[in-house]
């Protein structure tokens, strides 16, 4: 996984393609599920910046975006929410995938992905993803605070990892071709 920023990597014309992974996490799934997807991105060979939301993020130095929140009742994150609506000329501009993730995701029922897809509203207000994904995460009562622990308790949600890195890793290995990132003969 990388960080920090993209290397210069050449004219238009035959360059490495450039991709930032970009997420908002609360309790640390969606960072491990965007190291997942940065992971399988640089073994296509695209130089990959995977890094959190955040005021910092200029999102029109890379070709493709990908962007990913944790779901937090219903809803992205609110970094997530305004680097989408802060950024969103130059991401308008470019290939754009999303991800979301939530215990709400674990079961892959119609109900749980017409919910993942409504928690996207906000987000299709500024852009139009070319693709969305929708993952379960982990629900660790150790990291969570006592309202948010209290709030699974009384929704009867247990702790544990629902994450699943083959679904992941397969999503992420379809985003070269998907953003465009592959180019002709490579």
Same mark, same amino acid.
């Given at each position: 996984?990388?960080? !920090? !920023?993209?290397?210069?990597?050449? !004219?238009?014309?035959?360059?490495?393609?450039?991709?930032?992974?970009?997420?908002?996490?609360?309790?640390?799934?969606?960072?491990?599920?965007?190291?997942?997807?940065?992971?399988?991105?640089?073994?296509?060979g695209v130089i990959t910046d995977c890094l959190p939301a955040g005021k910092e993020i200029r999102p029109g130095a890379y070709d493709a975006a990908v962007i990913g929140s944790a779901l937090y009742?219903?809803?992205?994150?609110?970094?997530?929410?305004?680097?989408?609506?802060?950024?969103?000329?130059?991401?308008?501009?470019?290939?754009?995938?999303?991800?979301?993730?939530?215990?709400?995701?674990?079961?892959?029922?119609?109900?749980?992905?017409?919910?993942?897809?409504?928690?996207?509203?906000?987000?299709?207000?500024?852009?139009?993803?070319?693709?969305?994904?929708?993952?379960? !995460?982990?629900?660790?009562?150790?990291?969570?605070?006592?309202?948010?622990?209290?709030?699974?308790?009384?929704?009867?949600?247990?702790?544990?990892?629902?994450?699943?890195?083959?679904?992941?890793?397969?999503?992420?290995?379809?985003?070269?071709?998907?953003?465009?990132?592959?180019?002709?003969?490579?």
């Open positions: 996984m990388s960080g !920090g !920023g993209i290397a210069a990597a050449g !004219g238009k014309k035959g360059r490495i393609r450039s991709v930032l992974v970009c997420y908002a996490s609360r309790y640390g799934s969606t960072r491990e599920i965007a190291g997942w997807i940065a992971d399988e991105l640089q073994g296509a009742m219903g809803k992205w994150l609110a970094e997530a929410r305004e680097l989408v609506s802060r950024e969103r000329v130059p991401l308008g501009r470019m290939p754009v995938a999303v991800f979301s993730v939530g215990y709400s995701l674990k079961e892959r029922t119609r109900a749980s992905l017409q919910a993942g897809e409504a928690a996207l509203s906000d987000i299709r207000l500024y852009i139009s993803p070319l693709d969305a994904a929708f993952f379960p !995460g982990k629900v660790d009562l150790e990291r969570m605070g006592p309202a948010d622990r209290a709030i699974l308790s009384l929704a009867g949600i247990p702790g544990g990892d629902f994450c699943d890195a083959d679904l992941v890793r397969a999503w992420a290995r379809t985003l070269p071709s998907l953003l465009g990132l592959i180019q002709g003969g490579e």
